[in-house]
């Protein structure tokens, strides 16, 4: 029996919703908008990357996904949902929200690759996941698969959800029905440009990442010297009860009140325990050994460098 196309598409989003899946969406691949890629071009010839240099390499990659999947037809964006309610006493520094689960590049992996299995053997059609790993904008592709609203801090939000989600994508050879892309935008309230400690946030909705704490604790190269807007950053009040992440423009953005009222999953990270551990030593006093066996199976696995470099 062939299956029609919205038959496949309805299967496949009902596969991707019981792996815990809060939102799907289908766009029709192709090239990005050279007005976005312009945008990009631009925010890159301002230093707003700071010391990321792989979204240089890969400027022109991203412009098409044809460049990740070879023949793709189809961009599956799909968000996971990592809201959890903060348990640590306040006195210990901050780690985002998303980094105090399992590693969500092997979390998400798992739960998808058995799905993209059996979507190929249904079809015949070829795919590939994407999970923060591949030089896909997803924030673009969110949108273009209607999955929810573009917010100022850079977030996408679901309505009814929030912004608490990892974004992926499924890319496919196989041409499936797009939705309805997303033109709607956050209620501009300004709080999440308000509330920035680093002040990052720029009028226009981009980022200036050498002022952002997220930037800082997680990605910045630790051998590089730190520039004065970064050190201003970091000693800030904020900056100084920062370990990994940062989750403050999301926190005050009212499309997330519903959320963070809701008794939404307070059950405890598998590595919480682990983590608090880990906060009651001294990371600067840590081995590498150590600290690989702590930290085990956790965002937090590559950052120690960076640990010791901001708290020295
Ligand atoms: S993550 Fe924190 S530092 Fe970065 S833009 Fe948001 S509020 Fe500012
Ligand atoms: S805090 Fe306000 S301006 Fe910022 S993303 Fe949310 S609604 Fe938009």
């Known amino acids: 029996m062939e299956l029609h196309a919205e038959e496949i598409k309805?299967?496949?989003?009902?596969?991707?919703?019981?792996?815990?899946?809060?939102?799907?969406?289908?766009?029709?691949?192709?090239?990005?908008?050279?007005?976005?890629?312009?945008?990009?071009?631009?925010?890159?010839?301002?230093?707003g990357h700071a010391s990321m240099q792989w979204l240089e390499r890969h400027r022109t990659l991203r412009t098409d996904p044809a460049n990740v999947l070879p023949g793709v037809k189809s961009v599956v964006s799909i968000a996971f949902p990592y809201f959890r309610r903060e348990r640590?006493?306040?006195?210990?520094?901050?780690?985002?929200?998303?980094?105090?689960?399992?590693?969500?590049?092997?979390?998400i992996r798992k739960k998808?690759?058995?799905?993209?299995?059996?979507?190929?053997?249904?079809?015949?059609?070829?795919?590939?996941?994407?999970?923060?790993?591949?030089?896909?904008?997803?924030?673009?592709w969110a949108l273009k698969a209607g999955i929810g609203r573009r917010g100022d801090n850079g977030t996408v939000i679901i309505d009814g959800y929030g912004s608490f989600f990892f974004l992926c994508e499924l890319l496919t050879d196989?041409?499936?029905?797009?939705?309805?892309?997303?033109?709607?935008?956050?209620?501009h309230c300004g709080r999440c440009r308000k509330s920035c400690p680093g002040n990052a946030i720029r009028p226009d909705g981009t980022l200036a990442c050498r002022r952002c704490l997220s930037f800082l604790t997680i990605e910045r190269?630790?051998?590089?010297?730190?520039?004065d807007e970064s050190r201003i950053a970091l000693e800030s009040e904020e900056g100084r009860a920062t370990l990994f992440g940062c989750d403050i423009c999301q926190l005050v953005c009212p499309h997330n009140a519903a959320i963070l009222r809701s008794e939404a999953d307070?059950?405890?990270?598998?590595?919480?325990?682990?983590?608090?551990?880990?906060?009651?030593?001294n990371p600067a006093s840590m081995t590498d050994d150590d600290w690989e066996t702590t930290t085990r199976?956790?965002?937090?696995?590559?950052?120690?460098?960076?640990?010791k470099a901001n708290r020295p």
């Open 10 to 47: 309805a299967r496949l989003k009902a596969s991707v919703e019981a792996a815990g899946a809060i939102a799907f969406g289908v766009a029709k691949a192709g090239e990005t908008d050279p007005a976005l890629d312009g945008q990009f071009a631009r925010w890159l010839d301002s230093g």
């Open 112 to 140: 998808l690759k058995p799905l993209c299995r059996e979507f190929e053997a249904l079809t015949g059609a070829r795919t590939r996941v994407c999970v923060d790993s591949a030089p896909i904008p997803e924030r673009y």
């Open 88 to 107: 640590r006493p306040a006195s210990l520094p901050r780690i985002s929200m998303y980094a105090c689960g399992a590693d969500y590049h092997d979390v």
């Open 297 to 307: 199976g956790t965002a937090l696995r590559r950052a120690l460098k960076l640990l």
């Open 221 to 227: 190269n630790p051998d590089e010297p730190l520039p």
């Open 174 to 187: 196989l041409p499936l029905p797009p939705d309805e892309p997303s033109t709607l935008e956050c209620s």
């Open 266 to 281: 307070t059950t405890p990270a598998p590595v919480t325990e682990t983590l608090e551990r880990v906060l009651c030593l």
